[in-house]
């Protein structure tokens, strides 16, 4: 019982990264009827606007420190963050120990305007062009945007720590009455797991209880109509995908603890994120919710040794064989909608 | 001729002139000029051009006619690459078992692929074709480590037990030949301050190219090339005709993963290792650009596609800032410093940059590729000649 709930647990940290990168992909899927592969990149681009923030934060002047020496005798240099010139030290340190959690309004409007800027500029153009197209061109578009970061940044992770209060793990078990010590759990991605949550609530409740969210869920089902009301759907869907940016850079912001970002992990998530969003039904922004966090509980059950001794490298496939079978038995996906991509 | 119409004829003795005079033509400066680094003409690179034109015209037989838009042929390039190098460690080091094992393998392998994936279409067919490649991938890396070679790869080995060889000298390094020619046999010819290799590997690569391609012109123009086409156009309509376009597609599926399957066997023939990262899913997506940038469903696009693309991937990531600065030399210094600053993301480590960026021009202003480019730039002559005679 207590290694279920571990599984459970660990899975739910790779299910709401999943859940978030799929629930933007579907946002765009969904308003504009692109499929976007440029989305792993902007999964990446969040996280690197993590890094970008501690490394503003952490930019430092050198003082000469005369109270101590370095090894050859010579008044020591140290370091000092103009953070620390401005708000003092103690504050200085501990807006640097916040910066991943700090990032997510840094990351905000970078990604907004991401969004923006992609669908004014490239995707627009590809409305009424053929999915393949839709799918090169945003391809063409990830594989820039990966080597941009590239150029910038390095090929190696960078490793970006979480704040020193959530270092560490807890002991869940004992909280809930399990033997102490059996299941141990990670501060950061509980609270990875509460974000996303949080997240995930904020789209749907925008969508469900806001005008503009109302005009745009009237667009998903029937762009025409709504535009021949004298609504301005365009400029709406144009907002739609800057938040779907958002919520995915913002996926990638807060998986940095979990993960040292790198410049290709956009693609390997893209793969997998697409393979949610079909479980999930294309266009339906619950299914991709729910096959998030569904594939990803499946996929840590699937690494369990009882498991892998059973079926070895299960674990490795487990994600895309459920994908082969939904498709195969459920076309439409779990909750997809009735005549969405079904050419 | 060979049942070819003029036209067709035209493009595939075009097909063999290039393939045959490569050596000349991709070796166009001298030696020791500075220019020698635009030179393609090793044997390592053009096996490579000839093997991905393979790859790519098979894949153009399964995206070009019938618009499934495959995104896990990789896998079957792999398998077929695993096979033949299997077929060399247990029977013999000479090809042709190799080439004939991978492309059967390869097709088994597509045919159960095919069968499943081709329930779905669209955007369905993508993922499903790329979860099958991701799992092949996966499990080449893992369980599957007693056949691959998990991240080491496999190699033939002195000690294998190749059957029909008998066992070779102690120390001997078992090389893949035809008939006793030995594939990395070159012959280098100088003329003046040029130089030129043939390397008979290349011939026979160049031969199978020749070969796939023919097969495809004939594809393109049989009764079941219009089939597929059909499949493209319109589907409904050819249900509603009586036909059913599971078959055709299927059998589609199948020829261009055989296609690969040749590929990957050829591949091991000219170098023979294998490994899991030629399943991965950015090799299927190469292929899918090879095919864009040359021109989808047109016969000559992904030979160009493939050899502009492997091209560049060697020929551009060569370049070093070293370099540029002896190009630019002859600029004042601090404009030079600029202009190599501004090229240098573009080039060696940043190869893929480029090629991003010309992927995404050719899908936005290009559809058609690099033979449509080829047809507007004619058609415009054409126009200007016209008017220059209307004018007289």
Not at chain 2, 74 to 91: D, R
Request: charged content about 10%; hydrophobic content about 50%; glycine content about 10%.
């Amino acid at each position: 019982m207590d290694s279920i709930i571990l599984q459970i647990l660990n899975g739910l940290d790779k299910g709401s990264a999943y859940a978030l990168i799929a629930l933007g992909l579907t946002l765009i899927f969904g308003t504009l009827g692109v499929v976007n592969f440029a989305h792993g990149a902007l999964f990446m681009i969040g996280a690197f606007c993590a890094v970008t923030l501690n490394r503003i934060l952490t930019l430092s002047h050198q003082v000469i420190d005369n109270t101590r020496t370095d090894f050859l005798g010579n008044p020591l240099k140290v370091d000092i963050p103009y953070i620390y010139d401005f708000f003092g030290e103690n504050i200085g340190r501990a807006i640097i120990d916040w910066s991943v959690p700090l990032s997510i309004l840094f990351a905000i409007p970078i990604m907004i305007a991401i969004g923006v800027i992609m669908e004014r500029g490239l995707i627009r153009h590809f409305y009424h062009r053929p999915h393949a197209d839709q799918i090169l061109v945003t391809f063409g578009l990830a594989i820039v945007l990966q080597e941009v970061i590239k150029f910038y940044y390095g090929a190696n992770p960078i490793p970006s720590p979480a704040p020193e209060a959530f270092k560490g793990s807890f002991d869940f078990g004992a909280l809930v009455g399990f033997d102490p010590n059996t299941i141990i759990y990670p501060y950061w991605r509980l609270v990875y797991f509460c974000f996303s949550l949080i997240v995930i609530g904020a789209i749907f409740a925008f969508l469900q209880f806001t005008t503009f969210g109302m005009v745009v869920r009237a667009g998903m089902a029937d762009r025409e109509t709504v535009g021949l009301l004298g609504i301005d759907i365009d400029r709406r869907f144009t907002i739609m995908f800057g938040i779907a940016a958002a919520v995915t850079g913002l996926a990638g912001v807060m998986y940095v603890p979990i993960n040292p970002p790198n410049y290709h992990m956009g693609m390997d998530f893209l793969v997998l994120s697409f393979v949610v969003v079909v479980v999930g039904g294309m266009g339906s922004l619950s299914g991709a919710v729910l096959a998030g966090f569904m594939l990803g509980i499946l996929e840590s059950f699937a690494s369990m040794r009882e498991v892998i001794d059973l079926l070895p490298g299960i674990n490795q496939i487990i994600i895309y064989l459920v994908a082969i079978i939904i498709l195969l038995t459920r076309p439409r996906g779990l909750m997809g909608r009735r005549g969405v991509m079904e050419d | 001729m060979f049942k070819l119409n003029k036209k067709d004829l035209r493009t595939l003795i075009i097909v063999i002139l290039l393939a045959l005079f490569a050596p000349f033509l991709l070796n166009p400066f001298p030696t020791d000029s500075a220019l020698a680094q635009f030179n393609a003409g090793y044997p390592d690179l053009m096996q490579r051009f000839v093997i991905f034109g393979i790859f790519a015209v098979g894949f153009n037989i399964l995206f070009g006619l019938t618009g499934y838009l495959s995104f896990g042929h990789a896998a079957f390039l792999g398998a077929g690459s695993y096979a033949a190098i299997w077929m060399m460690k247990l029977l013999t080091m000479n090809i042709i078992p190799a080439i004939i094992i991978s492309v059967i393998v390869a097709g088994i392998f597509s045919l159960f692929v095919g069968w499943i994936s081709l329930r779905r279409s669209g955007i369905y067919f993508s993922i499903l074709t790329l979860a099958f490649s991701m799992m092949s991938y996966q499990l080449a890396y893992s369980v599957l480590t007693p056949i691959t070679g998990g991240e080491t790869g496999l190699q033939p080995k002195v000690n294998d037990p190749r059957l029909l060889d008998g066992a070779l000298a102690e120390g001997a390094i078992p090389k893949a030949n035809l008939f006793g020619l030995d594939m990395s046999q070159s012959y280098d010819m100088s003329l003046g301050a040029w130089s030129f290799t043939f390397n008979s590997g290349y011939y026979i690569a160049a031969a199978f190219l020749i070969l796939s391609f023919y097969l495809s012109i004939r594809i393109f123009r049989s009764p079941f090339g219009m089939m597929l086409r059909a499949v493209k156009s319109n589907q409904q309509r050819m249900t509603y005709t009586g036909l059913d376009p599971k078959p055709y597609t299927l059998a589609a599926f199948v020829i261009s993963g055989m296609y690969a399957g040749l590929a990957g066997g050829l591949l091991v023939a000219m170098d023979t290792q294998a490994g899991a990262e030629r399943m991965f899913w950015t090799a299927s997506g190469e292929v899918v650009l090879m095919t864009i940038l040359g021109g989808v469903g047109t016969l000559i696009g992904p030979v160009l596609g493939s050899g502009a693309i492997k091209y560049m991937e060697n020929i551009i990531s060569k370049i070093n800032s070293d370099i540029l600065h002896t190009w630019f030399a002859f600029l004042p210094d601090g404009l030079e410093n600029v202009i190599v600053a501004i090229i240098y993301p573009f080039i060696g480590k940043g190869w893929h940059l480029t090629l991003g960026l010309l992927f995404m021009i050719v899908v936005i202003a290009l559809p058609g590729g690099l033979v449509e480019g080829a047809q507007r730039l004619s058609r415009l002559f054409k126009k200007g000649k016209n008017k220059s005679n209307e004018n007289e």
